[in-house]
T-cell receptor, first 114, second 115 residues
């Protein structure tokens, strides 16, 4: 049981390039989330999904896209990278454990856009 | 706009001290409040609080919620250097007509415990 895994761990992009951040969970959770965390700040919700085939925007969705074709995978796509997207990206999934709606976080992807 | 505010922003204490971290919130459709510990990686879950006045404890850590005054505190007694981390407070609230819930995070309190 690996929990939530993310790849890559680090990436440097040039302005205008595209990339996909991968997220996979093996806990059969329906809810999955993408957050970004800027230095010294809390986490901001980018997109979330309540199940395969269903996604919706969070607080800061501009410049990103997601898809959820399976329960396990929730990739985040950056189409035209901008310096403002330099951040650490966390994927999370939620189940119900002991009555608590615990969100399990992946290890994060540190993205730099130059 | 939903808001979660943590104080202090940072704190330096000596090993063995007791610390209290604060979290206040102004949100609509509150469901519960969570505390996370974040070292140099992903946040790890500490507590979830849904009801007022019921203390949750885990070893030297404890937390309580006041839904009338809209705040929570996280206490750490007999601090150790391993407690050094950013402590994040987050509030679960209903989102998008209640079809889902989301976490809104505070900016965190950075705790440093020195020898």
């Amino acid at each position: 049981n690996a929990g939530v895994t993310q790849t890559p761990k680090f990436r440097i992009l040039k302005i205008g390039q595209s990339m996909t951040l991968q997220c996979t969970q093996d806990m059969n959770h329906n809810y999955m989330y993408w957050y970004r965390q800027d230095p010294g700040m809390g986490l901001k919700l980018i997109y979330y999904s309540v199940g395969a085939g269903i996604t919706d925007k969070g607080e800061v969705p501009n410049g990103y896209n997601v898809s959820r074709s399976t329960t396990e995978d929730f990739p985040l796509r950056l189409e035209l990278a901008a310096p403002s997207q330099t951040s650490v990206y966390f994927c999370a999934s939620r189940g119900t454990s002991g009555g608590a709606w615990t969100q399990y976080f992946g290890p994060g992807t540190r993205l730099t856009v130059l | 706009e939903d808001k979660v505010v943590q104080s202090p922003l940072s704190l330096v204490v000596h090993e063995g001290d007791t610390v209290t971290l604060n979290c206040s919130y102004e949100v609509t459709n509150f469901r519960s409040l969570l505390w996370y510990k974040q070292e140099k990686k992903a946040p790890t879950f500490l507590f979830m609080l849904t009801s007022s006045g019921i203390e949750k404890k885990s070893g030297r850590l404890s937390s309580i919620l006041d839904k009338k005054e809209l705040f929570s505190i996280l206490n750490i007694t007999a601090t150790q250097t391993g407690d050094s981390a950013v402590y994040l407070c987050a509030v679960y609230l209903a989102f998008n007509t209640g079809t889902a819930s989301k976490l809104t995070f505070g900016t965190g309190t950075r705790l440093q415990v020195t020898l």
